[in-house]
C-alpha cells in the first residue's frame, strides 16, 4: 500500500459548486498534514495545514479522521482560478524524516 | 526576502555529462531537500539534509550526490546525466523544529537529458 493515496482525477466541476477531495495515509503515527497546490508548470505552494479539529481558512476547509487516517478538503463556490492540482502531504514527527507527498488530484473549475 | 531560489531553471545536456544545480535559501533554514517530478509519478525525494554538514538518502538518490556545507546552500550534482533523469527538479526548505514544518519550494530546473 503506498504511503499516501489520492484519486489523480480530474474532477471537472462547474463555477460555483462545492467539491471535495479525500486522501487516504498508512502510516497511523502520522503526525502532521498538509494540502498543497501547485498550478500547471510551477512550483506547489502551500494551501493549508491540517489540524486535528479541522480547520477553515476561507472558501477551503480541512479535516482529518485519525481513526480511518484519510483527510479532506473541501472547496465551496469553486472559482475557475481553483484550477489546479491539489497535493496531499504527511509527515512523521519522529525526528527528522522527510514530507510524503501524494501524487495529487486534478481539478479544473469550468466556466 | 528571495525565499528558495534555484538556478538555471531551464538546461539541456548531453548523456554522460555532469552538472550541479544550485539551490540557496535565505530564511536560515535548517531542512532542505530535493525533489524530482515527472508525469504520473508525484513528487519523489532525492536527497535531504537536516542541517549543515548532515545529508540522507531519499527515494530515489541512485546518480545524484549532494553536499551541504552551508545552511544557505544545498547543490545537488548529476555525475553522469542519462535520459531517465530527464524531469523538473525542485529544491525546498523548511524549519526543522520536528513538528513538521510546511515546505517553501523554489520555481524548479527543467532537465532534459539527450
Known amino acids: 500500500r503506498k504511503e499516501v493515496e489520492q484519486d489523480p482525477g480530474p474532477f471537472n466541476v462547474p463555477e460555483g459548486a462545492t467539491v471535495a477531495f479525500n486522501c487516504t495515509y498508512s502510516?497511523?503515527?502520522?503526525?502532521?498534514f498538509f494540502w498543497y497546490r501547485q498550478d500547471c508548470r510551477k512550483e506547489p505552494k502551500l494551501l493549508m495545514s491540517?489540524?486535528?479539529s479541522g480547520n477553515e481558512d476561507g472558501r477551503f476547509t480541512a479535516q482529518l479522521n485519525r481513526a480511518s487516517q484519510y483527510i479532506s478538503l473541501l472547496i465551496r463556490d469553486s472559482k475557475l482560478s481553483d484550477s489546479a492540482t491539489y497535493l496531499c502531504?504527511?509527515?512523521?514527527?519522529?525526528?527528522?524524516?522527510?514530507?510524503?507527498f501524494g501524487k495529487g488530484t486534478r481539478l479544473s473549475v469550468i466556466a | 526576502n528571495a525565499g528558495v531560489t534555484q538556478t538555471p531553471k531551464f538546461q539541456v545536456l548531453k548523456t554522460g555529462q555532469s552538472m550541479t544545480l544550485q539551490c540557496a535559501q535565505d530564511?536560515?533554514?535548517?531542512?532542505m531537500s530535493w525533489y524530482r517530478q515527472d508525469p504520473g509519478m508525484g513528487l519523489r525525494l532525492i536527497h535531504y539534509?537536516?542541517?549543515?554538514?548532515?545529508?540522507d538518502q531519499g527515494e530515489v538518490p541512485n546518480g545524484y550526490n549532494v553536499s551541504r556545507s552551508t545552511t544557505e546552500d544545498f547543490p545537488l550534482r548529476l555525475l553522469s546525466a542519462a535520459p531517465s533523469q530527464t524531469s523538473v527538479y525542485f529544491c525546498?526548505?523548511?524549519?526543522?523544529?520536528?513538528?513538521?514544518?510546511?515546505?517553501?519550494f523554489g520555481d524548479g530546473t527543467r532537465l532534459s537529458i539527450l
Open positions: 525546498a526548505s523548511s524549519e526543522n523544529r520536528g513538528q513538521g514544518q510546511p515546505q517553501h
Open positions: 502510516n497511523s503515527a502520522s503526525q502532521s
Open positions: 491540517v489540524y486535528s
Open positions: 502531504v504527511v509527515k512523521l514527527n519522529s525526528g527528522n524524516t522527510p514530507l510524503v
Open positions: 530564511m536560515n533554514h535548517e531542512y
Open positions: 539534509s537536516v542541517g549543515a554538514g548532515i545529508t
